[in-house]
Every structure is written in structure tokens, then in C-alpha cells.
């Protein structure tokens, strides 16, 4: 009789054991799955973040050079810029800011994403480019100011685009 109590004291520890181990591995499964739904939620805007386009990457690591003391970037006909603070790009570019730019050589070597400065009939303006296309007069960009509520109301045509920002500095 003894070795049939510890036969049932046995079995009722494994299934106790089994139990919680399904237990806990369901839980696992659980957040496992938690973690992908939220990936899938972040890549689709359900927590509030958007994929937007991002300015083409115009200066390779190789020519990003950090020391102690100073910071070198190998960009070929690279020119200072600052900006005049009409609040159309914040938060990006405000009072203060600094950027880095490049003369683009080719409608190639603008994407959306970018940030460019173009010519217009109201002077310079910087503005993040939010469509490419063609038409009957050839390439042109749609820009935008991030903090601005509709597009620019003028196609830009490649000539009047006399750079490309290819870094900020704050």
C-alpha cells in the first residue's frame, strides 16, 4: 500500500510540475507574441509612429571621423548653411541651427525625404521633399515644411534647387 501512496504522490508532483510548465510556457508563448504584435503596431502607426521617408545617405561611415577633440566629415564640396527661422521646419531646423550642405548634380540625386534648398519667387526656401515625379517640363519635386499643414503650392524644377542638407549640426 506505502509504495502505491508514493506512486500517486508521484504522479500528482509530475502533473502539478506539467501543469505549471504548460502554464509557463504559455505565458511565454504569450509574450512572445505580445512582442511581435507590437512590432507589427510600430512598423504600422498604431502607436503613433508613421514611417515616413528618410533623406537619402549621402556621407558613408568611412568618411565620418570622431576624436576626442574634434569631428571630421569627408563630404567633397561641402558648404555651411543657417536658416532664417519662419518655424516652417520645426523641429528639425529652428533658430540656431546649423546644416551642412551639398549642390546636387542631378534630379538622380534627390529622393523624398531630403531636405533641399530651392529658389522661389519668395526668395530661399528649405523644405523636405515629399514627391518626385515627371511631366510635360520634365522632373520636378513637391517640398513641404514638416511643420507646415499642405505641400508647397509649386512644382520645383531641378535648376532651382541649389542644395541638398546632408547634416545638421545643433
Not at 510540475?17 to 507589427?40: D, H, I, M, N, P
Not at 549642390?103 to 529622393?111: E, H, K, M, R, Y
Request: net charge negative; aromatic share 10%; proline share 5%.
Amino acid at each position: 500500500m506505502y509504495w502505491i501512496q508514493q506512486f500517486v504522490i508521484v504522479i500528482l508532483i509530475a502533473s502539478a510540475f506539467t501543469a505549471g510548465y504548460g502554464v509557463a510556457l504559455a505565458q511565454q508563448q504569450s509574450r512572445e507574441s505580445f512582442v511581435v504584435e507590437q512590432a507589427k503596431n510600430l512598423k504600422s502607426g498604431l502607436f503613433g509612429s508613421e514611417d515616413v521617408p528618410s533623406p537619402k545617405d549621402r556621407v558613408p561611415e568611412d568618411r565620418i571621423h570622431v576624436f576626442p577633440n574634434q569631428v571630421l566629415l569627408d563630404i567633397r564640396g561641402a558648404q555651411w548653411s543657417r536658416f532664417t527661422d519662419t518655424n516652417s521646419m520645426d523641429p528639425v531646423i529652428d533658430n540656431g541651427s546649423n546644416a551642412i550642405q551639398i549642390i546636387p548634380q542631378s534630379a538622380d540625386d534627390i529622393q523624398v525625404g531630403d531636405i533641399i534648398s530651392y529658389d522661389s519667387e519668395y526668395g530661399t526656401i528649405i523644405h523636405r521633399v515629399a514627391e518626385v515625379g515627371n511631366d510635360k517640363n520634365g522632373w520636378y519635386a513637391i517640398a513641404k515644411g514638416d511643420n507646415n499643414p499642405t505641400a508647397d503650392p509649386f512644382k520645383i524644377r531641378f535648376s532651382q534647387i541649389k542644395r541638398v542638407v546632408v547634416g545638421i549640426v545643433y
